[in-house]
């Protein structure tokens, strides 16, 4: 019970903190405004955005492990600050930085969703989608690509999901079974669902059929 209410008490002062730094980004403040990302951080959570930064994504969320499992509130707040920084840092013009921010606020919210589902009064889905819109104008790395192409296709943005495999094996070279797989679970779906994501049943045999081709053709 004391944790719940110490959760709710984190995700309450973390919403009053963002609200301060749009406010200062607003009023043309960014380095008023990082400070804030960072002492937030620093005092809620004993972290710094540059520390969270040069972490893998899997040494962040086992900082943030708690009884074996990663505290969703606390990647949540996590990723919530790194993507308002980000902003600050785009605003200046520092894309260098602020992208492998975006990035990494995306994946940790696509890893909330799909272990948690998101919780009341933070809106996960939300957020992926302007992280997306944030980042869609720069090429991502692998590790981006892989974790938002699941999210995609278990959304229903079929096409996309396809579009962006074909970008996988141009850039990572993603192999055969994976997309053979993929386009095995589309052929599973009925045609309204298929439809509503952007695909019909003969885009789909279609798309199997020149992966194959492109997947003979590269090892041959």
């Known amino acids: 019970m004391h944790e719940r ?27 008023q405004a990082i400070q804030e990302i960072n002492e937030f951080l620093a005092r809620e959570l004993r972290m710094r955005s540059r520390i969270a930064m040069g972490l893998s994504d899997q040494e962040l969320l086992s900082m ?21 920084e ?47 819109d944030s980042l869609a104008p720069y090429e991502w790395d692998e590790e981006t690509a892989r974790a938002v192409w699941p999210w995609l296709e278990a959304s229903g943005k079929l096409s996309q999901a396809e579009d962006l495999l074909y970008e996988m094996r141009e850039r990572f070279g993603i192999g055969r079974e994976e997309g053979l797989a993929f386009y095995e679970r589309l052929a599973l779906l009925d045609e309204e669902t298929l439809q509503a994501g952007g ?22």
């Not at 492998?100 to 933070?122: I, S, T, V």
């Open 5 to 31: 209410d110490y959760l709710m008490r984190l995700i309450a002062r973390a919403a009053s903190a963002l609200g301060a730094v749009m406010g200062l980004r607003e009023q043309k403040k960014p380095d």
């Open 64 to 84: 943030l492990t708690a009884g074996g499992v990663p505290n969703a509130e606390s990647v949540a707040v996590i990723a919530a600050f790194l993507q308002e």
């Open 86 to 132: 980000a902003e600050v840092l785009t605003d200046l013009g520092r894309t260098e930085e602020s992208v492998p921010r975006f990035a990494k606020a995306l994946r940790l919210n696509l890893y909330l969703m799909r272990e948690n589902g998101g919780f009341d009064g933070w809106n996960i889905e939300e957020r992926i989608g302007r992280l997306l």
């Open 199 to 220: 695909l019909s049943r003969e885009e789909v045999e279609e798309g199997r059929r020149q992966w194959l081709a492109a997947a003979k053709e590269n090892a041959g």
